[in-house]
């Protein structure tokens, strides 16, 4: 639900009454993953999407009933189903659906509305609702924030309320949507429920070094995969908001010095692509030092070894440069700016998702990986 946050919460803001369809679990091959939603207002204007467009009919009507009748409602679709052909799903995948209708005398509505607001202003939340579990608790929510504080409940057991904000707030340190098992009563005590916890965090961070034509291109690509884009150059005049109009934030500063004193994290990519070894020595010992997602340098295979044996010379290890993707991007044969765009971006899914980079043609392996860290964007993913 909270993938599409910017648009529910102006539906919020403007009153209207709404159902939301959320991806509770997959297996299988899926094209969505947990925490993807699809919702349907009451004039049938629908956004979002649960399935890449397999089940997206179906759901638009549960959707609907949904807001006729009130009831949240748990559906499975899946290709062993005998109406899985009448519905599209080919793929050979389950998909568990959570419907919930969110309207103005709806008790979970402020908690939800809350939960919408923050994702939408980019800020970090966690919203639990109830998937399985008794109809009395079933549509509420419980919306944790990065200070602990939460709003909404499900007016249970308080114990349950407890509980439930512990374990959320420990999905939003980790960035991560998923199922959480626990007892009515809180911990394990009472009656299983089943509960969905999605997390909205700040989009991660890409930092492009090097205010040079290819960068502008590869600043539209971060922007396109949801990332917060920042330029930084030590030289005015090429880093200006008239070159990178995609650009979140333009820094004119030495890159080292600029990276050494920015705020990055386990999901940040660099991308280093000045290939002139004044910028890109001292930038590249630091970054290399750094828990970042991806650390990419521009230059020829000569300019490389080049760079490898310059920075060997003031210490950086052989186990830190086997960090370092360069020359930068997988092998498509790129030579526009906009191909080498795509090319880096690429590697830099491959490496977020374990993919291999190879064609899938032929291939024996998963089409979606659960990669090894945080996908970009909003919604965080179960490791």
Excluded at 230 to 236: G, M
Excluded at 268 to 285: G, N, Q, Y
Aim: with cysteine; proline share 5%.
């Amino acid at each position: 639900m909270l993938d599409i946050a910017e648009e529910l919460n102006r539906w919020v803001e403007q009153g209207r009454d709404f159902a939301v369809a959320t991806v509770v679990a997959v297996s299988g091959s899926a094209p969505r993953r947990p925490g993807a939603a699809l919702a349907v207002d009451a004039e049938g204007t629908a956004i979002g999407s649960v399935s890449g467009g397999c089940v997206e009919g179906a759901v638009y009507e549960l959707c609907r009933q949904a807001l006729d009748d009130g009831e949240t409602v748990l559906e499975r679709f899946g290709y062993s189903d005998e109406d899985a052909f009448a519905v599209g799903l080919t793929c050979g995948g389950v998909i568990d659906i959570l419907v919930t209708p969110v309207r103005a005398d709806d008790p979970a509505r402020p908690a939800l509305a809350a939960a919408l607001a923050a994702a939408a202003r980019g800020e970090a939340a966690a919203v639990a609702r109830i998937v399985n579990g008794p109809a009395e608790l079933t549509g509420r929510a419980l919306v944790v924030h990065p200070d602990g504080t939460s709003e909404g409940g499900f007016g249970a057991h308080p114990e349950l309320d407890r509980t439930v904000a512990a374990e959320a707030g420990a999905f939003l340190d980790a960035g991560r949507t998923g199922t959480l098992e626990i007892g009515e009563q809180g911990s394990r005590c009472g009656a299983p429920l089943t509960l969905l916890v999605e997390s909205s965090v700040p989009a991660p961070r890409m930092i492009v070094f090097g205010a040079i034509d290819f960068a502008s291109a590869l600043v539209r690509a971060g922007k396109f995969l949801g990332y917060h884009v920042t330029v930084c150059d030590a030289r005015p005049v090429f880093a200006t908001k008239v070159r990178f109009p995609d650009a979140d934030d333009i820094v004119v500063e030495w890159p080292h010095e600029y990276l050494a004193r920015t705020e990055v994290d386990a999901r940040t990519v660099l991308c280093v692509l000045t290939h002139d070894a004044k910028f890109d020595v001292p930038l590249l010992k630091l970054a290399l030092r750094l828990p970042v997602a991806y650390v990419g340098a521009m230059g020829s295979r000569r300019t490389h070894l080049d760079r490898n044996a310059r920075l060997r010379e003031v210490g950086v290890s052989d186990l830190e440069l086997a960090r370092l993707r360069s020359p930068i991007g997988l092998d498509l044969g790129a030579r526009t700016p906009e191909e080498t765009a795509l090319s880096i971006a690429a590697e830099i899914i491959a490496t977020r998702r374990g993919g291999t980079g190879a064609s899938l043609t032929g291939a024996h392996t998963p089409i979606h990986h659960d990669g090894p860290s945080t996908p970009a964007g909003r919604i965080g993913s179960v490791a």
